[in-house]
């Protein structure tokens, strides 16, 4: 009877060990995937939110992508992270932002896959996967020595980029470490775009890291990696065009980059606001139409020259009886080619005396301001610009004016409210009315007098 009670009491204690283990298990690690083609778009359609990704589950995800030939994977090893990282120091450190590289990485290449939660395990195994499935040599490459990446753009080669410890003793140190860790990933990635070779990167950690809890929920509340918020408008400076010795065009954006041939990334975002590596002299400031003339030498390999106009003209409307600032079109020249690769653009204006800002312009439908291509040569390019502002009249230093803004009044969202809201207000008022001409009988019978007689006139 002893024994009995022994084996069932431990088999109970095993039970209950599984699962308060899967109930309170917290040991994931985020998984932040960037491409160079679309091979990762539609994927994160199959997740779930706040479902941990399981090891087999994170294999059928990648099964597809790293398949394929002639493909460069490179892996990012950090020693710990959490989602709470990007929580506590998304901004903590003003203009140095921790994930600034990995931020800009993300939105500028043409697919991108966050995961906040993989079961650790998973991480752990993923450079064998990787490894067994390319069937390919592993290169290891330890903090930012990139003298072994010299890929071969003729087969597979696996990258794996231990990066260095983050010496979690205090706050500032953490961002440090963050900091140095996230410019190792930034030169990495340029190094590789730079050899012009199709390349998958992810950014993951061996094990979670533990993020002390902060109460100021007013700053750290908000996931700024996961999120297109507007950022802080002191990471760069305006560039802007002279017309002797005054400013006469601004032109301001956090992120600038095209994508030639749906493979090349051509980030000018640094080269244009950051080292000022750009020529604007060949812009034009006239009363009635302005060009802004941006041109780049050797912006990445490949590619000797590259020049992007933004013709813009000033017109007057009777119909608002005033000025208006409109952005016609916008041009890229590669290589002194004679043709051109033409956009039009979609409600890009405002007032003369008023600068344009929008938070998305591209070729792709979904942005706030659209750009069309027009001719064949377009077709091959795609280009994205964030927190887009630009100004060509009524300069009159290198801050720009009122902006106005692309996002419309009458949202889709606000128009649905309002229909639902006259949809109530119709019910009730119906209500209301059926409630006030409500009438009773006039007369009632009386079961002890006589039986009461209704006219059919009545």
């Given at each position: 009877?002893?024994?009995?009670?022994?084996?069932?009491w431990?088999?109970?204690?095993?039970?209950?060990?599984?699962?308060?283990?899967?109930?309170f298990?917290?040991?994931?690690?985020?998984?932040?995937?960037?491409?160079?083609d679309?091979?990762?778009?539609?994927l994160?359609?199959?997740?779930?939110?706040?479902?941990?990704?399981?090891?087999?589950?994170?294999?059928?995800?990648l099964?597809?992508?790293?398949s394929?030939?002639s493909?460069?994977?490179?892996?990012?090893?950090?020693?710990?992270?959490?989602?709470?990282?990007?929580?506590?120091?998304?901004?903590?450190?003003?203009?140095?932002?921790?994930?600034?590289?990995?931020?800009?990485?993300?939105?500028?290449?043409?697919?991108s896959l966050?995961?906040?939660?993989?079961?650790?395990?998973?991480?752990?195994?993923?450079?064998?996967?990787?490894?067994?499935?390319?069937?390919?040599?592993?290169?290891?490459?330890?903090?930012?020595?990139?003298?072994h990446?010299?890929?071969?753009?003729?087969?597979?080669?696996?990258?794996?980029?231990?990066?260095?410890?983050?010496?979690?003793?205090?706050?500032?140190?953490?961002?440090?470490a963050?900091?140095?860790?996230?410019?190792?990933?930034?030169?990495?990635?340029?190094?590789?775009q730079?050899?012009?070779?199709?390349?998958?990167?992810?950014?993951?950690?061996?094990?979670?890291?533990?993020?002390p809890?902060?109460?100021?929920v007013?700053?750290?509340?908000?996931?700024?990696?996961m999120?297109?918020?507007v950022?802080?408008?002191?990471?760069?400076?305006?560039?802007?065009?002279?017309?002797?010795?005054?400013?006469?065009?601004l032109?301001?954006a956090?992120?600038?980059?095209?994508?030639?041939?749906?493979?090349?990334?051509?980030?000018?975002?640094?080269?244009?606001?950051?080292?000022?590596?750009?020529?604007?002299?060949?812009?034009?400031?006239?009363?009635?139409?302005s060009?802004?003339?941006l041109?780049?030498?050797?912006?990445?390999?490949?590619i000797?020259?590259?020049?992007?106009?933004?013709?813009?003209?000033?017109r007057?409307?009777?119909?608002?009886?005033?000025?208006?600032?409109?952005?016609?079109?916008?041009?890229?020249?590669?290589?002194?080619?004679?043709?051109a690769?033409?956009?039009?653009?979609?409600i890009?204006?405002?007032?003369v005396?008023?600068?344009?800002?929008?938070?998305?312009?591209?070729?792709?439908?979904?942005?706030?301001?659209?750009?069309i291509?027009?001719?064949?040569?377009?077709e091959?390019?795609?280009?994205?610009i964030?927190?887009?502002?630009?100004?060509?009249?009524?300069?009159?230093?290198?801050?720009?004016?009122?902006?106005?803004?692309?996002?419309?009044?009458?949202?889709?969202?606000?128009?649905?409210?309002?229909?639902?809201?006259?949809?109530?207000?119709?019910?009730?008022?119906y209500?209301?009315?059926?409630?006030?001409?409500?009438?009773?009988?006039?007369r009632?019978?009386?079961?002890?007098?006589?039986?009461?007689?209704?006219?059919?006139?009545?």
């Open positions: 009877m002893a024994t009995c009670s022994l084996v069932s431990v088999q109970v204690f095993c039970f209950s060990s599984l699962l308060f283990r899967g109930i298990s917290v040991a994931h690690t985020p998984v932040l995937l960037w491409s160079t679309r091979s990762l778009q539609g994160a359609s199959t997740l779930h939110e706040g479902h941990i990704i399981s090891e087999h589950e994170l294999h059928m995800l099964q597809h992508t790293v394929q030939d493909r460069n994977l490179v892996v990012f090893l950090q020693d710990k992270l959490s989602v709470d990282d990007f929580t506590r120091y998304a901004e903590s450190s003003g203009n140095e932002t921790p994930f600034l590289n990995v931020q800009g990485l993300l939105k500028a290449s043409p697919s966050v995961l906040p939660a993989v079961d650790y395990q998973a991480v752990s195994h993923l450079t064998e996967y990787l490894q067994k499935t390319l069937n390919v040599p592993l290169v290891n490459v330890d903090g930012p020595e990139t003298s990446l010299m890929a071969n753009a003729s087969k597979p080669n696996l990258f794996v980029i231990r990066l260095q410890p983050t010496k979690r003793k205090d706050e500032p140190a953490t961002l440090k963050l900091m140095e860790n996230d410019k190792i990933i930034g030169r990495i990635t340029k190094a590789l730079e050899q012009g070779v199709q390349s998958l990167m992810i950014y993951t950690a061996r094990q979670p890291s533990k993020v809890v902060q109460f100021d007013a700053k750290h509340s908000r996931r700024q990696l999120s297109t918020e950022q802080d408008n002191s990471l760069y400076a305006p560039v802007y065009a002279h017309n002797g010795s005054q400013p006469c065009i032109f301001y956090t992120n600038f980059s095209l994508i030639a041939n749906n493979t090349k990334l051509i980030d000018l975002s640094n080269l244009t606001f950051g080292s000022h590596e750009v020529n604007t002299n060949s812009s034009e400031c006239l009363p009635t139409n060009t802004l003339s041109q780049y030498t050797n912006p990445v390999s490949g000797k020259s590259l020049e992007i106009r933004f013709v813009m003209t000033n007057f409307y009777g119909g608002s009886a005033r000025n208006w600032s409109t952005l016609d079109s916008v041009e890229i020249v590669q290589d002194n080619r004679a043709a690769a033409i956009f039009s653009v979609s890009i204006s405002s007032p005396e008023y600068s344009f800002h929008c938070q998305l312009v591209g070729t792709r439908s979904q942005y706030g301001a659209r750009l291509p027009m001719n064949d040569e377009a091959s390019w795609e280009v994205v964030s927190e887009f502002q630009i100004q060509a009249f009524s300069v009159q230093n290198t801050t720009f004016s009122y902006s106005s803004d692309c996002a419309s009044f009458f949202t889709p969202a606000i128009w649905m409210a309002l229909v639902t809201s006259l949809v109530l207000l119709l019910i009730l008022t209500g209301i009315h059926m409630i006030v001409y409500l009438t009773t009988n006039s009632f019978d009386d079961p002890k007098g006589e039986r009461l007689s209704v006219p059919e006139t009545e």
